[in-house]
């Protein structure tokens, strides 16, 4: 069983603050009782593509995968995210906010969408078959390797932009697509009605639509871009219960848990505490309550944007010897 919790060890800023006078009782002794292994730390795609046997590429090919999820047709063509995002000016480094925090409709994406479109020509004419979602085709591979954008958001995007020998093309037309977008209607509207606005895209997810494999295995989520890959590889993708059911170590698995995930990119540091409370009572008990009972092989839990792991097995359930420490030695 294999259970992904992003930003479970989250900043050491957003820790200090969230963590201070915080117990949890279960989290700490399955932290203490625990084998703690490093892990990648590429994000939660590159956690789930590595988990069904989905290959890397230039960049781990969620385009591809979502894009066939969204209704489209992916071909033999090389596609790329292109997803609609606001880059936020801070004193020393510029952030970025996802879709997630835009909000668009439709009929906006497909404004903006259009009007990059007209100005760019085939260069740069995304295609928002969601919202949020917008796509690029090429015919043949750009030489470029990107950062998902699930670990970007909430960062300093300078060390996060697009790498490779054509990432000097791609980064000259984001900064002219930025000056288009300042002046558009949609973004004049929704600044007037207090909301952010659209002003620029964020390149992510590159590739081929890989080989079709079959990975029998439940996926339990609500994240768009992990049933997509579920749905991908026959993973029996179904809906996260609202907390641990022990039935569901009667079998091989992944869950994702991402209630962690929008305070840890935000800096949220109550939500992020607020959070961590639910997943205690929800999950993190019933599983110390039925550590002894899991399978042999154990489970892992990972935090893919940290790079941090921990490893499970049924004989932990006995080391009481093992005490816990305060939460933000055991997190940091």
């Known amino acids: 069983m294999l259970f992904i919790v992003p930003y479970l060890f989250p900043s050491a800023r957003l820790l200090e603050t969230a963590a201070q006078d915080l117990h949890l009782p279960a989290l700490q002794a399955l932290l203490a009782r625990c084998t703690s292994r490093s892990c990648p730390a590429g994000g939660v795609e590159a956690a789930l593509c590595e988990a069904l046997g989905i290959s890397r590429q230039q960049d781990w090919p969620l385009a591809p995968i979502t ?118 209607p949609v973004n004049q509207a929704r600044e007037t009605r207090g909301e952010l606005p659209v002003n620029s895209l964020w390149l992510w997810g590159g590739g081929r639509l890989p080989v079709a494999c079959a990975t029998p295995v439940p996926l339990y989520a609500e994240n768009a871009e992990a049933q997509a890959v579920g749905a991908f590889c026959n993973a029996r993708g179904q809906r996260l219960h609202a907390h641990l059911d022990a039935r569901l170590f009667e079998s091989e698995g992944i869950i994702l848990l991402d209630a962690l995930t929008l305070a840890g990119q935000t800096g949220d540091a109550y939500g992020w505490r607020e959070a961590l ?42 080391k009481f010897w093992r005490r816990p420490r305060s939460l933000i030695s055991m997190l940091s």
């Open 67 to 184: 894009l066939a999820a969204d209704g489209g047709a992916a071909g033999d063509a090389y596609w790329l995210r292109a997803d609609p995002v606001h880059l936020r000016v801070m004193r020393d480094r510029i952030v970025l906010a996802d879709a997630d925090a835009l909000s668009l409709s439709g009929q906006e994406a497909d404004a903006l969408a259009t009007a990059i479109g007209q100005h760019f020509g085939a260069d740069l004419s995304p295609l928002p078959l969601h919202p949020q979602r917008w796509y690029l085709r090429f015919p043949h591979a750009p030489r470029l390797a990107t950062t998902p954008l699930s670990v970007a958001a909430g960062r300093d995007i300078d060390p996060l932009l697009p790498q490779g020998d054509d990432a000097p093309r791609f980064r000259a037309e984001l900064n002219e697509l930025q000056m288009l977008l300042h002046e558009h």
């Open 277 to 318: 409370r639910e997943l205690e009572q929800d999950w993190f008990v019933p599983l110390l309550g039925t550590l002894r009972k899991i399978d042999a092989q154990g489970l892992r839990l990972m935090d893919p944007v940290s790079g941090k792991a921990l490893h499970l097995h049924p004989r932990d359930a006995w």
